[in-house]
Each structure stands twice: as structure tokens, then as C-alpha cells.
């Protein structure tokens, strides 16, 4: 029998792993069709809505968020039942939530990936990082990541280390004052300011231009010099794909020996419609790729799914040191104190690592000035004073996957009659721990930079970085995909979501998610 | 003692006559060496990978689709590869084909081939591009795909009528003298190519010589010397720049074919050959349009900037309010510059103070008296690596609409520009589509329906006329 299909793959989500999944597929000749819930809407677009508005700290306010596609801003859409207010960026428009991350490219280190094996916690990965490697290397080129590949990123101050099969595809952008200020008292005291990879281009590359150090990375780049995942829905388009936006998926059909056979979407106006494919890769975010597998009972004999929800649970540090460091100009983030991201430690705390935000501090710094009542010409003086002697701290902390961490739909409904969601997270004893670790580095710091605090009792703090959800892994009575992100329950069904990703460390996931989504085109390619 | 200084003399004198028994033949290799160096000069003179590069990694291998009105032109394989490239090629070929436009085969090539212009290529560079090709070119195994132009258009053959009429051969040049800006300008770099407006056959105007044309929706401005509507207004030492570098403040930049000819040629050349381009154009004959009333570089626009509340006005919160995030249909030129443009070039359109991101105002292709340039700009943007630095501008073709790109080109030429110049969303949908037709594509069809034996017989009436006027000339 000839069955007639209406693509030989359908996408569903066109975020960064989506949109270079399908690129790569329609690339090599595969007819493909990409579903998204949201519009489509041009940067400038977003900008205006960026300037328009007064409530610049929103991150979440530049972007629609309609009834029948909302974000996680939306006050209803994520119930928390947990003992945290589990609270993620998510966008849903063409391109996803990268429109608005701050483009950190860390690879995971190998020692990353076998965490079970070395230091008796959490899970390990069922694919070594040698396996990965030729993806991270093609996920960096896509993305256009600048980096410096001389560093030990471990934080250990040894040799060049993740290894790495060539360069970066860009080189780094220079050192900014603040950070070889920082690093002038930080390395004597023995910490490992270590440059951060990331995807904002220090030269014009795929049609971007070079970062010009608008320090407004979130909630929007402005010019487009930093990556976002709109980028590749563009070139997947150009490549063939066939885009639908407005197209919310609701259900996953299955069929005979295990298949996965259709997919349903729903338009605003409520019409349903229905496409059939040889493959489908969820891309839909590391809740609502869980949430749409639940809601279809799908890829879920293990009973792992949107369980071992896991983020790098944070806290921060605000202090104002002894000297002008002028933050904000270049990108909002240039990298990080890794002393904390591998060893033995791991056996007893979590990894720990510290960034020093060179976001432009002035509204945080002005609000703060006005609430204890400083006005007029001390004010303005307060503030040039206050703001380029401003020094955050944002620190991570990695998580474990612990089954009861999970998300589910909820019983409210948005627009179009499609579950919302809701989440329990509580944060562990491992990472617990690990805060200990970090509050000691923070007494250092201040006593470092004779700072005054500002605060140093954060409370935990939401990363936006979604993990384990459909936790990747060698069993399938245990896990949800296995190493090449397919599902164990249907050999034509693979996830393209950070929510695969079984142990944490403490690195921002989405180079890694991009590399994994390459991957599984490479899967199909090979079988399709 | 007295030995073993006799050996060392011996051993001295036997190294010294092995050093000039290795120096002979190393002599000749220093010469071909330096042929093959000035072969490549010459082919980067001529900007040959323009056409016949497609991929980096791959020089010359051919394949690129060079898009004329007529259908694609795939650029050959001219790399020494036996079976796909020119590796076959005699040096007389391999002349004929660069000078004649026909190949090995006897096949006529298309004009894209610029062989009107390469016509004067001087016996010695033509020697140093053939052994630059033969031996500085790794050969590739690449089959390039066939050029299959609409009928009647994929007659070749009728070609050879058309050289007859329009492949002039050219009168000896001083190359390497007096006359070595003229040779760059018109015979390697081939400007009138693009400079020169075409006629009805699409053969460059000689009445018209770099008097400026369209070309892929880009206008190729006109360089002539005349000060309204060329660049009678430029210094040298501003053409040389540009010609280098593919911008100047005050002036212009290079977007289009021209930033691929800065980025690929240009910026190799010497300063002596830059200077001798620019000296020369300063001198070639110049050319009014008569819609020209300023210099296209002297405009500033002349409509004062609506205020910031209204550029910017304050949103309120969609939480208790509509929702107007999603909605991208406006076509109010202010806030589409604000959206798009101003984060570079500045809400003023001045630019930023380095002039990294240029100013709009005291720039050719906003202030021309038609707007190609500044919309082709806006739809695909540009990428030029020049001698002094890389810039890259995003192409706004996804995310406005034709309306769009006609509003805001519109808000910069009022506001920076020359607010004569009004551009309509027709004219965006033209040139994106890839410009006006030429008048003899317009014309096919109704060449068609007439016949093609008639066309043939004009083509011959034609040809017969030409070769009567050759023949009278010489008497």
C-alpha cells in the first residue's frame, strides 16, 4: 500500500531547535511542515512594543500574548501547587523564546555527562560528549557563536577544555572594562573568570550584523546581531519548509505498530485540522512538549513524562563596590566564575556558578534611590554614582531529577479550550547545599570589592532553563527518549527540547538543545 | 692539517657549484612564479570569481546563477579540470572564448560574459591569466548546470549576429602606461557593464557611456564626469576611497554588484591602479539627466522630525487594555524608521558619530532621483567586506510589505533625502520582483505571434546591413 502523506516531517514549535531541525531536514531535500501556535512578528515590531512601553523590566511585555497562544505572563497559565513560584520566559511567537535569552553557548564538559558514574548523584546521559561534539560544533556555526576556545571552561584553570574538533565560528568581542576590572582582584583570590561562548556575532555573519553593544539583549536585540530563532524559520522557509503559524498543536494521534500518525492543530477562530507525516519532532518547549505528550498519552510508558522538571534554580547578589566599573556597555553578559562547576564536590553539593551581569543597572538602581526617598540633584548624583559602581551577581545552581518535580495540564483552559499548566517544583538538598558553597563566595566578593550589599538574600530565583521533562536516558522503564532523543514508545516520534537533557550541570541548555535537534535530522535523514 | 683544510676547500667549492646549479632552474620558476602572480592579478582586476565562484571553498569551479532578464546564466567551470573546466584549453581558446565569447566547442557564449570589454585584453595579461588558470587554479570536477534560455533566446547561434553588430574590436591601449586607468575601468573591471545603459538588442550604448542603468533592481548610478548627475563632484582621492574601501562619508556607499566588486576586486588593486581609475573618470564625458537638479549626495531631506511622543508613544499595559502587540500592518513611515532604521542610523539620520552605521543624509542612494537603490537596500539589505572594515545591514524583505518599504523609503527621502523622490508600493513589488523588464523581453511575445522566421529574417537584414556599412567604412 502507498501511503500518501502530507509531509515527510512535521515540526511542531518553530523556536531555535524546531526552526534548525526543519532547516536542516528541508535542506536535504525532505518535504516539511512546521506548526506554530503564535504570528509571526518583524522585529521592528517587537522593538516598538519595547519602546512603546513602560514597563521595561517585563521581559515578557514586547510580545503578544493572545488568548489562544499565551506566554508564561499570562497569570493564569502556570499553576504552581510546589513550594516555588515556577515562573519561566516562555514566548509564543515564530522563533520562540530566544528572542529574548541573553545567547549563553556553553558546551556541556564530558565529566557533565557522566554524573551517576563519577560522583554517585543524579543520572547520566546515555551518549559520551564525544558523540555530541560534531553537533555542538554545527549547532555553534548555525548560531554564530563567538567564543574563546584558549579557556579552561571548567573553571579549573588547566588546559583548553571542553575539547573541541575546530574553532569557534567567530572570535570573542573584547574584554569590557568592567570585566578586566573584576578580574584584577578576582584572580588573585583564586577564581576562574572564565569568557562566555555565546551567540551574538562580533562580525557580520549569515546576514546579521556585528553586535554594536546595544546592551539590550532582553527583553530584544534590536538590529539583530544576537541569535534568535526566528533566524532559522527563515532559512528553513527559504529551504522549503512550509511554515503555518497560528496553529496550536493538541493532540498527537497514534496508530498501528506503535506509529505516531497525525498530528491535530487548532486555529483562534477554533478549526481543527489534521496532518499526516512519515516522522514528527515535538519542538514545543520543555513544559508544552510534556504537556502536549500527556494530554495525547504518548511516548508515556514509563510514567516519566513532564516529570524530573529541573532549572537552574538561582539566587543573586547586589552590591555596590569601591570603584567605577561602568556597567552596560557591550553585550548584557560576558561570562562567569566556573571554580564550582566540576570535582569531587559534586558528590556532596551541586555545581555552582556565578556570572557578573553588565546589564545597564540605571532603572534598578533609580528605583531603589527613589524608595528611600533621595530626590533632586543628590538623586542624579546618587545615581551616576550608585550606577557604574553597580556589581550583580547572578549565581546557578544544578539541579537533580527528582520524579515529584513535574509538569502536568492543568483544568483551566485558555481560548481555544487547550489545557493550561501546572507545575510542583520544590528545590532539593543537593542544590541546598550548594547555596551554602555560594554564600561563602559571596562574603568573599563583597570583602573583595569593599562593597556595600544591596542584598544578599535573594531568595530562589526562576533561570528559565527547562531540563529533564522528558528525561532522556538507556531504559526505557526509566526514561522518555533515548540517546538519539526518540521516544522509547514510538520509533517515529522524537522530542527536540532541553527537556531531554538528564543531568543539568550548570550551563544555559539551548546550544546543547540545538545540537541534539541537528542530530535528530541527521536521524531521519538517515532512515527517511 | 694541510689535508684536511685542502677538504674543506674542496667541500666549500663543491656546495657553491651545487648552490648555482639549483639557482638556474629556481630563476625560471621565480619567472613563472611571477606570471602566474600577475595572471591572478589580472583575474582579480577582471573580478572573474564574481561570476565563476559560487562556493569559497571551491574557486572558479562555476555554477552561480547569474540572473538576467532572459532566464539564469550558469557561470562555466573555468578552473583546469579536464573533464568539467577549461583544462582542454589552448591558450588561443582559451583567448578566444575571453576575448570573442566563444568557447572551445565553437559555441557562442551570452554577453553576460563581459567579452565586449575583455575584447582589449593585452596579449601579456591574456598570456598571464592563461598560465595563472592552467597552473595557480586547482583544478575542480564540477559539472555545471546548463543554460536553458527561453526560446528563441536559447539559439545561440544567433549570437554571432549579435557580435557582429556590437563586439567592436578595440584599438591598441597603453596598459601599463598613460592609459592604465581606461584599461581598468573599461576593459578588466568592465564597469559599463553595469554603467552603461542598453539598448533594444541589450548592447551596451555607446552614446551613453556610464551614464548610469538598472540592473538586478539596483541602479548603477552614473559615474561619468558631469557634476549634477555623476561624480564630477567627488575628489579623486573620494573615488579612490570608495573604489577601495566602498564607502565615503558625505558621499555614499556601495551596495548590490558594487559592494560584490569592492569586496572581491577593488580592494586588491594597488593605490597606483585605484588612483589611475579614478583619475580616469574624472575625465570621461559627462552626462545630464535632465531630472537631475543637485547632486544626489548634497541632498538632506527638508521635513523637520515628527517629536518623540509621537515616534514613541507611550503603550498601555495590554493586561487592561487591547492588545496591539501582534499588529504589523502600519504604514506610517515614522514608525517603521523608528522600528527598523533608527537603532543604526539614529532617530536624527545622522548616523552614528564614527559613521560605522552611516548617515542617510549626504548619501547617493538616498538622495538619487529615484529611490532603487534605498528600496533594494531596505529589502536585502548589504554585506561588503572593503580594504578598511566588514558591514552588514539585514535585509527587511520578510518583514515588511511592499506598502511598508514604500512608506519608509518615502519617510527617510522626505526627512534625509531628496523629497522629490516618492516611491510607491508598485514600484517595491517591481523591484523586488527583480526590476523593470528590458523593452525587447516586453516584446517577445508579440515576436512570437509574428514568427520567429520574420525575427530571423530582421537578424539578417541586420547583419547584411552591418557587414554593407563595415565594407563602406573601409573603402
Not at chain 1, 122 to 132: K, Q, T, V
Not at chain 1, 273 to 288: M, P
Request: proline fraction near 6%; charged fraction near 20%; aromatic fraction near 8%.
Amino acid at each position: 500500500m502507498n501511503t500518501q502523506y502530507d509531509a515527510d516531517v512535521v515540526v511542531i514549535g518553530s523556536g531555535a531547535l524546531g526552526s534548525n531541525a526543519a532547516y536542516e531536514l528541508s535542506r536535504q531535500g525532505h518535504s516539511v511542515i512546521m506548526l506554530e501556535a503564535g504570528s509571526r512578528i518583524p522585529r521592528w515590531k517587537i522593538l516598538e512594543n519595547f519602546r512603546s512601553s513602560s514597563r521595561k523590566s517585563n521581559f515578557n511585555d514586547p510580545y503578544p500574548n493572545e488568548p489562544w497562544a499565551h506566554t508564561t505572563f499570562e497569570p493564569d497559565y502556570i499553576e504552581n501547587t510546589g513550594s516555588f513560584e515556577f515562573r519561566p520566559g516562555m514566548l509564543k511567537l515564530v522563533g520562540g523564546t530566544t528572542w529574548h535569552w541573553a545567547a549563553a553557548c556553553w558546551r556541556y564538559l564530558p565529566n557533565d555527562m557522566k554524573l551517576k558514574t563519577l560522583y554517585g548523584v543524579g543520572r547520566d546521559w546515555p551518549i559520551g560528549y564525544e558523540e555530541l561534539e560534531p553537533y555542538y560544533q554545527r549547532a555553534e556555526e548555525a548560531l554564530g557563536v563567538a567564543g574563546n576556545g584558549e579557556e579552561d571552561q571548567s573553571g579549573q584553570g588547566g588546559k583548553a577544555w571542553p575539547p573541541r574538533s575546530k574553532p569557534y565560528p567567530l572570535p570573542p568581542d573584547a574584554t569590557t572594562y568592567m570585566n578586566q576590572e573584576l578580574n584584577k582582584r578576582l584572580g588573585p583570590a583564586g577564581y576562574h573568570y572564565i569568557h562566555e561562548p555565546n551567540g551574538r556575532v562580533t562580525k557580520p555573519y549569515d546576514g546579521r550584523p556585528a553586535c554594536c553593544g546595544n546592551n539590550n539583549c532582553m527583553p530584544v536585540c534590536p538590529i539583530g546581531a544576537m541569535y534568535s530563532g526566528d533566524m532559522h524559520a527563515t532559512h528553513a522557509e527559504r529551504a522549503g519548509t512550509k511554515l503555518l503559524t497560528e496553529s496550536t498543536a493538541y493532540k498527537l494521534e497514534k496508530g498501528a505498530g506503535g506509529k505516531i500518525v497525525a498530528v491535530h492543530y487548532r486555529k483562534p477562530d477554533g478549526t481543527d485540522a489534521r496532518l499526516t507525516a512519515k516522522y514528527f519532532i515535538v519542538a514545543a518547549h520543555g513544559l508544552e512538549t510534556a504537556k502536549l505528550l500527556l494530554m495525547s498519552d504518548v511516548a508515556n510508558s514509563s510514567d516519566q513524562v513532564g516529570r524530573n522538571l529541573m532549572d537552574h534554580t538561582g539566587i543573586g547578589l547586589l552590591m555596590i563596590g569601591d570603584q567605577p566599573l561602568w556597567p552596560g556597555r557591550g553585550a548584557v553578559q560576558q561570562g562567569g566564575i566556573f571554580n564550582w562547576r566540576d570535582g569531587d564536590f559534586r558528590k556532596r553539593h551541586s555545581a555552582v556558578k556565578h556570572s557578573m551581569s553588565n546589564a545597564v543597572p540605571n532603572r534598578v538602581v533609580t528605583e531603589r534611590l527613589l524608595k528611600k526617598g533621595v530626590i533632586g540633584p543628590e538623586l542624579d548624583e546618587r545615581i551616576r554614582h550608585d550606577a557604574s559602581r553597580w556589581i550583580d551577581v547572578g549565581t546557578v545552581f544544578e539541579m537533580l531529577p527528582n520524579p515529584a518535580n513535574r509538569v502536568t495540564p492543568s483544568d483551566k483552559k485558555d481560548a481555544l479550550g487547550i489545557p493550561m499548566l501546572r507545575v510542583n517544583y520544590d528545590v532539593d538538598d543537593y542544590a541546598k547545599a550548594g547555596k551554602v558553597i555560594a554564600k561563602e563566595d559571596y562574603a568573599r566578593f563583597a570583602k573583595l570589592f569593599n562593597a556595600e550589599i544591596v542584598e544578599d538574600e535573594s531568595g530562589w530565583q526562576n533561570r528559565d532553563h527547562i531540563m529533564g521533562t522528558v528525561i532522556m536516558g538507556s531504559d526505557a522503564k526509566d526514561s522518555v527518549v533515548n540517546g538519539e532523543c526518540r521516544t522509547f514508545d514510538h520509533d517515529n516520534l522524537f522530542l527536540a527540547t532541553t527537556g531531554v537533557i538528564p543531568a543539568s550541570g550548570v550551563i544555559n541548555p539551548t546550544l546543547t538543545g540545538v545540537a541534539l535537534s541537528i542530530r535528530i535530522a541527521d536521524t531521519i535523514h538517515k532512515e527517511i | 692539517m694541510a689535508t684536511n683544510s685542502l677538504f674543506r676547500g674542496l667541500l666549500r667549492a663543491a656546495v657553491l657549484v651545487g648552490a648555482v646549479a639549483v639557482s638556474a632552474p629556481s630563476l625560471a620558476q621565480d619567472d613563472n612564479d611571477a606570471l602566474i602572480a600577475r595572471g591572478k592579478g589580472v583575474a582579480i582586476a577582471a573580478d572573474c570569481a564574481a561570476c565563476h565562484t559560487s562556493s569559497p571553498d571551491k574557486p572558479f569551479a562555476g555554477g552561480r546563477g547569474i540572473g538576467s532578464p532572459m532566464g539564469n546564466i550558469y557561470a562555466s567551470n573555468i578552473t583546469p579540470s579536464k573533464d568539467d573546466g577549461i583544462g582542454g584549453y589552448s591558450e588561443a581558446q582559451f583567448a578566444r572564448a575571453v576575448r570573442e565569447g566563444v568557447n572551445a566547442k565553437g559555441d557562442h557564449l551570452y554577453p553576460a560574459m563581459p567579452y565586449t570589454a575583455y575584447a582589449g585584453i593585452t596579449d601579456a595579461d591574456m598570456h598571464a591569466l592563461y598560465v595563472y588558470f592552467m597552473q595557480g587554479v586547482a583544478p575542480v570536477d564540477n559539472k555545471v548546470k546548463e543554460t536553458r534560455l527561453a526560446f528563441p533566446y536559447s539559439m545561440r547561434w544567433t549570437m554571432a549576429g549579435w557580435n557582429l553588430m556590437f563586439l567592436h574590436k578595440p584599438a591598441a591601449i597603453d596598459a601599463t602606461g598613460t592609459e592604465r586607468g581606461r584599461y581598468l575601468v573599461d576593459v578588466l573591471g568592465h564597469c559599463s557593464s553595469c554603467h552603461s545603459p542598453r539598448n533594444l538588442l541589450m548592447a551596451e550604448r555607446q552614446d551613453a557611456y556610464l551614464g548610469g542603468a538598472t540592473i538586478d533592481g539596483w541602479f548603477a548610478p552614473n559615474i561619468t564626469s558631469d557634476p549634477v548627475s555623476g561624480i564630477g563632484g567627488w575628489s579623486e582621492d573620494e573615488l579612490a576611497a570608495y573604489l577601495k574601501n566602498g564607502h565615503v562619508h558625505g558621499k555614499g556607499q556601495a551596495g548590490g554588484g558594487m559592494a560584490e566588486a569592492v569586496e572581491q576586486s577593488l580592494r586588491f588593486l594597488s593605490d597606483d591602479d585605484i588612483k589611475s581609475m579614478a583619475t580616469y573618470l574624472k575625465t570621461v564625458r559627462p552626462i545630464r539627466d535632465p531630472a537631475d537638479t543637485k547632486a544626489s549626495y548634497a541632498y538632506e531631506g527638508g521635513s523637520a522630525l515628527p517629536p518623540t511622543t509621537t515616534l514613541e508613544p507611550l503603550r498601555g499595559d495590554a493586561a487592561t487594555g487591547p492588545d496591539v502587540r501582534g499588529v504589523h500592518d502600519t504604514v506610517d513611515g515614522a514608525a517603521l524608521y523608528s522600528g527598523a532604521c533608527a537603532s543604526c542610523h539614529q532617530p536624527s539620520g545622522k548616523g552614528t558619530e564614527n559613521q560605522y552605521f552611516p548617515s542617510l543624509s549626504h548619501n547617493r542612494a538616498v538622495g538619487l532621483s529615484r529611490p532603487d537603490n534605498l528600496i533594494m537596500a531596505v529589502l536585502h539589505g548589504l554585506d561588503r567586506q572593503g580594504a578598511d572594515m566588514h558591514v552588514s545591514m539585514p535585509a527587511f524583505e520578510y518583514d515588511m510589505t511592499d506598502a511598508q518599504v514604500a512608506a519608509v523609503v518615502n519617510y527617510v527621502e522626505e526627512h534625509f533625502g531628496n523629497p522629490a523622490v516618492h516611491a510607491t508600493a508598485e514600484d517595491v513589488a517591481t523591484i523586488r520582483a527583480g526590476g523593470p523588464k528590458p523593452l525587447l523581453l516586453k516584446l517577445t511575445p508579440y515576436l512570437m505571434v509574428a514568427g520567429v522566421v520574420l525575427a530571423v529574417l530582421v537578424l539578417w537584414l541586420v547583419v547584411f546591413l552591418v557587414r554593407r556599412r563595415k565594407r563602406k567604412s573601409r573603402r
